[in-house]
């Protein structure tokens, strides 16, 4: 199993840039999520969906926007990328509350 | 969210039990006690959680007091590859759609001696 994949693991973008972060589960978990972690803090949550056609915002959504088109598939888009998103994004998934989460192992992205 | 207070840092030697402590004296009782941990440059991996009893997995053993206002995380051999940062983390599952956001706090930073 490859469990939760994301790509790309690296990303350099300018500033206005826009780019959109991949994020694929083949557990077939209903649940998923996106989160950000900033240097030497903890995690805060961007975006959630609890099946295909239903997302929700999470605590920081300004500057993102998600899709779930399929059980499978979950990416983040960032439109007109700024300093303030430089961060490690993580995608996570799960089948329902309260078991535990499989997160992907990050992406680091830049915005210089 | 109810909120717990973790130590900022341990130290264990290798090969020797680590207990983990985690205060959460405002939990209601819904809240249920999540453990993840965090290697270096990794993201989170799901440890234990618990509502009331206490529980065990492969990993760890998760002790809930019996007023479930603390819990402690215990690992039974540490070894090297058992440095992390630890989160404890409350869910409430009775909250509607902030049942699904797990709060991260800082965490308690685990280094293993050899």
């Known amino acids: 199993n490859a469990g939760v994949t994301q790509t790309p693991k690296f990303r350099i973008l300018k500033i206005g840039q826009s780019m959109t972060l991949q994020c694929t589960q083949d557990m077939n978990h209903n649940y998923m999520y996106w989160y950000r972690q900033d240097p030497g803090m903890g995690l805060k949550l961007i975006y959630y969906?609890?099946?295909?056609?239903?997302?929700d915002k999470g605590e920081v959504p300004n500057g993102y926007n998600v899709s779930r088109s399929t059980t499978e598939d979950f990416p983040l888009r960032l439109e007109l990328a700024a300093p303030s998103q430089t961060s490690v994004y993580f995608c996570?998934?799960?089948?329902?509350?309260?078991?535990?989460?499989?997160f992907g192992s990050g992406t680091r992205l830049t915005v210089v | 969210d109810a909120k717990t207070t973790q130590p900022n840092s341990m130290e264990s030697n290798e090969e020797e039990p680590v207990h983990l402590p985690c205060n959460h004296s405002?939990?209601?009782?819904?809240?249920?006690i999540h453990w993840y941990r965090q290697l270096p440059s990794q993201g989170p991996e799901y440890v234990i959680h618990g509502l009331t009893s206490n529980v065990n997995n492969r990993m760890a053993s998760l002790a809930i007091a019996e007023d479930r206002k603390s819990s402690t995380l215990i690992l039974h051999r540490a070894t090297l590859r058992d440095a992390a940062v630890y989160y404890c983390?409350?869910?409430?599952?009775?909250?509607?759609?902030?049942?699904?956001?797990?709060?991260f706090g800082k965490g308690t930073l685990l280094t293993v001696n050899p």
């Open positions: 969906s609890v099946g295909a056609g239903i997302t």
């Open positions: 405002t939990i209601s009782g819904t809240d249920y």
């Open positions: 996570a998934s799960s089948y329902y509350s309260p078991g535990g989460y499989t």
């Open positions: 983390i409350l869910r409430d599952l009775n909250s509607g759609g902030s049942n699904y956001k797990l709060t």
